[in-house]
Nanobody, 116 residues
Framework: QVQLVESGGGLVQPGGSLRLSCAASGNIFTINAMGWYRQAPGKERELVADITSGGSTNYVDSVKGRFTISRDNAKNTVYLQMNSLKPEDTAVYYC??????????WGQGTQVTVSS
């Protein structure tokens, strides 16, 4: 089993920045990719960005150039640096990990609200 704990959400004005962190514990050696999903009210959960154990990254088009995902394997932590935030980025952000055996693990979610 893998446990994921997120931190770093909050309220920010449009154009502002936030950094989300997700610390993994447990059977971490089974983890391949890690990433962030988000779910806004009334919408489906969507992939925001992910990063493989080798460092390859993938972003949804709406955040390219504004968000950066990174991973510190020594700390078993993945980060999402979010710049130039927009009201449409408002959502609950979930940390996700996928094991080499294709099992999925989720964090509890952290609220990000972009509003003036």
């Amino acid at each position: 089993q893998v446990q994921l704990v997120e931190s770093g959400g909050g309220l920010v004005q449009p154009g502002g920045s936030l950094r989300l962190s997700c610390a993994a514990s447990g059977n971490i050696f089974t983890i391949n990719a890690m990433g962030w999903y988000r779910q806004a009210p009334g919408k489906e959960r969507e992939l925001v960005a992910d990063i493989t154990s080798g460092g390859s990254t993938n972003y949804v088009d709406s955040v390219k150039g504004r968000f950066t995902i990174s991973r510190d394997n020594a700390k078993n932590t993945v980060y999402l640096q979010m710049n130039s935030l927009k009201p449409e980025d408002t959502a609950v952000y979930y940390c996700h990990a996928k094991s080499w055996g294709h099992s999925d693990y989720w964090g509890q979610g952290t609220q990000v609200t972009v509003s003036s």
